[in-house]
């Protein structure tokens, strides 16, 4: 079975621009989180989705940062205006049930200029 | 306050030996779920093991096995027999069942495999 696919793997932008980052979680899985780490604050909890719904977003930074989740099978965090402190790898996880354990996407890895 | 405690930043551990990563949690909800996973330095997460709070038992997964100390409250991830491909980071994580579910992750701990 298909991990979590995320992509683009490296986004590299300039300061100002618009980022979409992409995920695709595994099929089933009803739970869907966006992560994002740096070296000096750790891997933060960003945003979590309960069948496509938004639970939890005070992990979100600011009103530059915003997540949807269409479908069950798609999801997008957009950066925009990008600045350069969003530089950071950012992951996606799903699992299934409140319980499980989350399975990880391979990251996207964001440099802002 | 810190829900995860990884108190070592860094660990060697001699090739075939075993090692001891700790994990202390803070949590007053009965019902939550441990979990470890492993950072290479290629970046991806990899889930690793899962012990459930009313687990009788430790759980293993082949060479790792958790040390589950309930009164503790701490869930030390035991690698036997170190591999050089063990050699990572290594995050311990929480779920509250009780409340909203979000994980919280520990700082994690780098584990260097020396030959």
């Known amino acids: 079975d298909a991990g979590v696919i995320q992509s683009p793997r490296h986004e590299v932008t300039e300061m100002g621009q618009e980022v979409t980052l992409r995920c695709k979680p595994i099929?089933?899985?009803?739970?869907l989180f966006w992560y994002r780490q740096t070296m000096m604050r750790g891997l933060e909890l960003l945003i979590y989705?309960?069948?496509?719904?938004?639970?939890?977003d005070s992990g979100m930074p600011e009103d530059r940062f915003s997540a949807k989740m269409p479908n069950a099978s798609f999801s997008t965090l957009k950066i925009q205006p990008s600045e350069p402190r969003d530089s950071a790898v950012y992951f996606c996880?799903?699992?299934?049930?409140?319980?499980?354990?989350?399975?990880f996407g391979p990251g996207t890895r964001l440099t802002v200029l | 306050a810190q829900k995860i405690t990884q108190t070592q930043p860094g660990m060697f551990v001699q090739e075939k030996e075993a090692v001891t990563l700790d994990c202390t949690y803070d949590?007053?909800?009965?019902?939550?779920?441990l979990f470890w996973y492993k950072q290479p330095s290629s970046g991806e997460m990899i889930f690793l093991i899962y012990?459930?709070?009313?687990?009788?038992q430790n759980a293993t997964e082949g060479r790792y096995s958790l040390n589950f100390q309930k009164a503790r409250k701490s869930a030390n991830l035991v690698i036997s027999a170190s591999q050089l491909g063990d050699s990572a980071m290594y995050f311990c994580a929480m779920r509250e069942t009780g409340g909203s579910y979000i994980p919280t992750f520990g700082r994690g701990t780098s584990l260097i495999v020396h030959p």
């Open positions: 989705f309960n069948n496509n719904v938004p639970i939890d």
């Open positions: 099929s089933g899985h009803d739970y």
């Open positions: 012990q459930g709070s009313y687990d009788q």
């Open positions: 949590t007053s909800d009965p019902s939550y779920g």
């Open positions: 996880a799903s699992s299934l049930g409140p319980y499980g354990e989350q399975f």
